[in-house]
C-alpha cells in the first residue's frame, strides 16, 4: 500500500495522530522532499488539509478535511 507523505508539525494532536495511522503516511521534513505532480497532507488546527505539488513547484489546494482518514482517502485518489 501507497503511504501518503505529510508535512512534519510540531503540534501534539498532529503527532498523536500521524503515530497512529503510520502505516498510512509517511512523514517529510519540508516541502522540498514533495515530488512534482503528488499528492500531501498539511496540518491546520481547525482541518487536514490536501495539496498536490505543481509543475512549477507551487502547491495547489485540493481540499480541507476533519478527519486525517478522508485527507488520506482524497489523496489517494487519481495519483
Do not use: Q
Not at 488546527?45 to 478527519?67: A, H, I, L, N, Q
Amino acid at each position: 500500500m501507497v503511504k501518503v507523505k505529510a508535512i512534519t508539525d510540531h503540534r501534539p494532536t498532529f503527532l498523536k495522530t500521524v503515530y497512529k495511522y503510520d502505516n498510512l503516511i509517511e512523514l517529510m521534513n519540508h516541502e522540498r522532499f514533495i515530488n512534482v505532480g503528488e499528492k500531501y497532507i498539511k496540518y491546520s488546527p481547525e482541518s487536514w488539509t490536501v495539496y498536490k505539488m505543481d509543475k512549477s513547484r507551487v502547491p495547489r489546494f485540493c481540499g480541507s478535511y476533519e478527519t486525517i482518514t478522508r485527507a488520506i482517502f482524497y489523496a489517494r485518489l487519481n495519483r
